[in-house]
């Protein structure tokens, strides 16, 4: 379950994984707004409203919570993903996308 601000995941088919901030809570839906990246200039926030529990179909993007300590450059500041908080694929992907456009892979 989600509460209202809480930063997430959502999985995309183009990027894999957007992140996004909750802005509604319904009784099986919360609603998300997706962050504007880089590589989508000009492009308006976007918002979806994505199914959960007994609605919820095989398609439906899925919800991960984010890690507050990696967003923006944060992951900068661990030398070992396995001291963040809550790990998992979208958290991981882009602590190594971070860590490799600063040239600090490892």
Same mark, same amino acid.
């Given at each position: 379950?989600?509460?209202? #601000? ?14 996004? @901030? ?15 990246? #880089? #590589? ?11 199914? $959960?529990?007994?609605?919820?179909? $095989? ?6 919570? @984010? ?9 900068? @500041?661990?030398?070992?993903? $396995? ?14 996308? $971070? @860590? ?7």
């Amino acid at each position: 379950s989600f509460e209202l #601000d809480a930063l997430v995941w959502v999985s995309c088919p183009s990027h894999v994984w957007r992140p996004g @901030r909750v802005i509604a809570l319904e009784s099986e839906t919360v609603k998300v707004q997706l962050e504007v990246l #880089d #590589d989508c200039e000009g492009v308006d926030q976007e918002v979806l409203a994505i199914a $959960t529990g007994e609605q919820k179909l $095989t398609s439906s993007p899925q919800l991960l919570r @984010r890690n507050a300590e990696l967003a923006g450059d944060g992951a900068l @500041r661990f030398d070992n993903l $396995t001291e963040v908080p809550e790990l998992h694929e979208a958290a991981v992907l882009h602590a190594l996308h $971070t @860590r490799l456009a600063h040239g600090i892979i490892y």
